[in-house]
């Protein structure tokens, strides 16, 4: 499994293999010489390592959907990682006070928790990362989103504006 991965992406069960495939040919096609890309150990997750600033990734990836449709066939959707760290609470909350000054005076965010291979609740997990944030929360329209992927011992950390997740169903649907 890539240790250091900044970008994770979800694909139907039984499909990892053929996600992992795709999303490797999909890397290189934006440029990236020797992406890594592997499955977790959760069913549906992929994990990848690019070179490219992930970010920007998605951005040209987006961009490929939109002439190049076709070549989507096994991902789902596609987020970047700004952090990873074990899944213990207190590495979590210091990755989250470290990204979170992105988040400006008057604008508000969400916590988003999608956890898989672990005992720690989400609300555990929300209300730590949550409290020394002061900003406004909005649930349904938020500015940003703290977005916390527990992937069993490893936990990527991201702090998002909504834009940034590309969901390629829902942006497939939009298409011409």
């Known amino acids: 499994m890539v240790a250091d991965f900044n970008l994770i992406a979800s694909t139907p069960r039984r499909e990892e293999s053929k996600g992992t495939a795709e999303l490797w040919m999909l890397l290189k ?29 998605i951005e040209s990836l987006r961009e490929l959907l939109k002439t190049r449709p076709e070549v989507f066939k096994h991902i789902i ?4 990682v700004d952090k990873v760290v074990q899944t213990e609470i207190q590495q979590i ?5 470290q990204l979170s000054s992105r ?19 989400s609300l ?13 929360v909005n649930l349904t329209k938020p500015d940003w989103t703290i977005l916390i992927e527990v992937i069993g011992r ?19 649907k939009t298409l011409p």
């Open 103 to 121: 988040i400006g005076q008057n604008e508000v965010f969400r916590v988003t928790i999608e956890k898989r291979r672990t005992e720690l609740r």
């Open 29 to 57: 096609d934006i440029g990236d010489p020797r992406p890594l890309v592997d499955r977790s150990r959760a069913h549906g997750l992929i994990i990848a390592k690019t070179s490219l600033d992930p970010r920007q990734a």
């Open 124 to 136: 555990q997990i929300i209300e730590a990362v949550a409290k020394d944030i002061n900003r406004k």
């Open 154 to 172: 490893s936990t990527g950390v991201s702090v998002i504006r909504p834009r940034e997740l590309m969901n390629i169903v829902k942006e497939r």
């Open 93 to 97: 909350v210091e990755a989250v006070q």
């Open 77 to 80: 959707r596609i987020i970047p």
